[in-house]
């Protein structure tokens, strides 16, 4: 029955994003158009996650999202938060490899929709060149959302924070709201397995603007490894689903708090 529900989740899934990324051409023309399908695409890809696997989504800590511009500091471990954040932060924008702005289809709406691309091969220079597309982000009041590990990471995996985080935050001077989660325990980034249960996305009270930087790199790091491994061991005790016991590796699922 697992196999059965993840093959049919992934089947409508790439169905799905075949169909918004043609259909969704003309909305190029204007970048609140394309936030507008991305929000549409994560709205479905949950519902689809919840219908079809089994997997719900519940986002905690939503009162502790201040209005206005904000450095959006998130674990990494699935594909599912890239797109369930989309659904929670209006105006939101990603720091993302410039690679990406290279994908057929993809990569057109990720350029249009004002992404902040991180070229890597500029070596050191990549990082003055991010603070600057980052600053005018910021800006234009937009919640720019970065991975502080900079790619999927497994559950439990030991925590390998780049500086990319702390430099923007001192070169931003606005507040940083850490997400914590455990996606990774039900959309495995290695497997094509979606696992029932309820994967969590929880945002902490922000860190304000000011401090030190390694101290803010400390502080930010440890509250989210902390929040994270909470989250993680509660999912594996069968909080959430006593029927649905979850192995210890990567791997569980979608409800909603408004």
């Known amino acids: 029955m697992l196999a059965l529900r993840s093959l049919a989740f992934n089947i409508c899934f790439y169905a ?39 997997t719900r989504v519940e986002f905690r800590g939503l009162d502790n999202i201040p209005p206005g511009p904000l450095l959006v500091a998130a674990k990494h471990q699935s594909a599912l938060e890239t797109l369930a954040l989309c659904t929670v932060l209006p105006n939101f924008a990603y720091i993302l490899k410039r690679e990406l702005l290279f994908i057929p289809l993809i990569g057109w709406y990720l350029s249009r929709s004002g992404m902040v691309a991180i070229d890597r091969s500029k070596g050191a220079r990549a990082m003055s060149l991010m603070n600057a597309a980052a600053v005018e982000a910021i800006r234009q009041g937009r919640r720019l959302i970065i991975f502080p590990e900079g ?49 969590i996305i929880e945002f902490l009270p922000t860190i304000p603007p000011g401090l030190p930087r390694q101290e803010f790199q400390v502080l930010v790091q440890d509250r989210l490894e902390a929040a994270s491994s909470a989250l993680a061991d509660g999912a594996r005790h069968g909080l959430d689903a006593a029927a649905h016991p979850v192995p210890d590796a990567e791997s569980t699922p979608f409800r909603s708090r408004h």
């Open 151 to 199: 790619t999927r990471r497994s559950v439990g995996a030991p925590p390998a924070y780049k500086q990319g985080l702390s430099h923007l935050y001192t070169a931003l001077h606005v507040p940083c709201l850490p997400v914590a989660l455990n996606t990774g325990l039900f959309w495995s980034r290695n497997s094509l397995v979606r696992r029932s249960g309820t994967a």
């Open 16 to 54: 799905l994003t075949t169909v918004l990324a043609v259909a969704g051409l003309p909305t190029l023309v204007s970048g609140r158009a394309v936030m507008r399908l991305a929000y549409l695409w994560g709205r479905i890809t949950l519902w689809l996650l919840q219908t079809v696997a089994g």
